[in-house]
């Protein structure tokens, strides 16, 4: 039970590439989210999802997409890397919205 | 929307004593408040959680309370030891499934 697996664990962009930041979780979560953290701001929501199939913007989803076509898997896609993106993102997963998040180990993003 | 605020950002006890962290909220909507701990380089972990049809909740030595009037939670901590040294953040779940979080407390344990 490796619970949610995030991949790779650091990056560095050039301005203006694209990548997919990965998430996989094998606990049978319904509800994934996406969070990106910047020193002194805690954690942002940027997408999540209800179930597959489902998803909706959080606090900050510009220039991020995502989508959720199985239950287990949950990628983030920067769509053209600015530095503004710099920053590290952490993928979570719970069995129903509103209850106990369980956290990737992180996505270091380095955007120059 | 939510916003969640966090009280102090920076806090020291001494090894042993409490410590408290207050979060106030803004949507009377919200129903779900969480506490995590991130310790330095590595991924947050709910330590404690409480839901708006109860107003306090204790595992050992740590407790929240709710107070839904005034729109603020609190996170306890009592009898300090150096491994609470991290960071702890509050947050707020509202009716559309988004958790609000705050900017993050954080607490060091003097010796």
């Known amino acids: 039970n490796a619970g949610v697996t995030q991949t790779p664990k650091f990056q560095v962009l050039k301005t203006g590439q694209s990548m997919t930041l990965q998430c996989a979780q094998d606990m049978n979560h319904e509800y994934m989210s996406w969070y990106r953290q910047d020193p002194g701001m805690g954690l942002r929501l940027i997408h999540y999802?209800?179930?597959?199939?489902?998803?909706d913007q959080g606090e900050v989803p510009n220039g991020y997409n995502v989508s959720r076509s199985t239950t287990e898997d949950f990628p983030l896609r920067l769509l053209s890397a600015a530095p503004s993106q710099t920053s590290v993102y952490f993928c979570a997963s719970s069995r129903q919205p509103n209850s106990p998040l369980h956290f990737g180990n992180g996505t270091r993003l380095t955007v120059t | 929307g939510e916003n969640v605020e966090q009280h102090p950002s920076t806090l020291s006890v001494q090894e042993g004593d409490s410590a408290v962290i207050k979060c106030t909220y803004s949507?009377?909507?919200?129903?779900?408040f969480p506490w995590y701990k991130q310790e330095l380089g590595k991924r947050p972990q709910l330590i404690i959680d409480?839901?708006?049809n109860v107003g306090e909740k204790k595992d050992q030595r740590i407790a929240v309370t709710l107070n839904k009037t005034a729109k603020h939670f609190s996170l306890h901590i009592t009898e300090t030891q150096p491994e609470d040294s991290a960071v702890y953040f509050c947050a707020a779940g509202d009716s559309n499934y988004q958790l609000i979080w705050g900017a993050g407390t954080k607490l060091i344990i003097k010796p």
């Open positions: 999802s209800v179930g597959a199939g489902i998803t």
């Open positions: 409480i839901r708006s």
């Open positions: 949507d009377s909507a919200s129903n779900y």
